[in-house]
């Protein structure tokens, strides 16, 4: 059993920068973070596991995902924040499958809201 708790969000405005932190309360493996805005479904945004990192197309080049083994923790540093970005960002570890799928992911932090105003 893993326990997340994400922090890190806030409101910013566009162009602007924000660094979201997930600490976990053991050693992972692969950890991936995702977003949902309201009315939409959960999507990825980026994973890390020892040997890869991802992105999806929305972010790359804006977003970088990174760790810190010794705090079992994993940060998403964004930049350059559009007003698309809005949404309650969650991070998640371990997926029994595909990391870019939520459904693959059974551990998952209470979330953090990042509002991009225009």
């Known amino acids: 059993q893993v326990q997340l708790v994400e922090s890190g969000g806030g409101l910013v405005q566009a162009g602007g920068s924000l660094r979201l932190s997930c600490a976990a309360s053991g050693r992972t493996y692969t950890m991936g973070w995702f977003r949902q805005a309201p009315g939409k479904e959960r999507e990825f945004v980026a994973a890390?596991?020892?040997?890869?990192?991802a992105y999806a197309d929305s972010v790359k080049g804006r977003f970088t995902i990174s760790r810190d083994n010794a705090k079992n923790t994993v940060y998403l540093q964004m930049n350059s924040l559009k007003p698309e970005d809005t949404a309650v960002y969650y991070c998640a570890a371990e997926p029994k499958a595909t990391y870019s799928d939520p459904a693959s992911y059974d551990y998952w932090g209470q979330g953090t809201q990042v509002t991009v105003s225009s």
């Open positions: 890390i596991s020892w040997s890869l990192t």
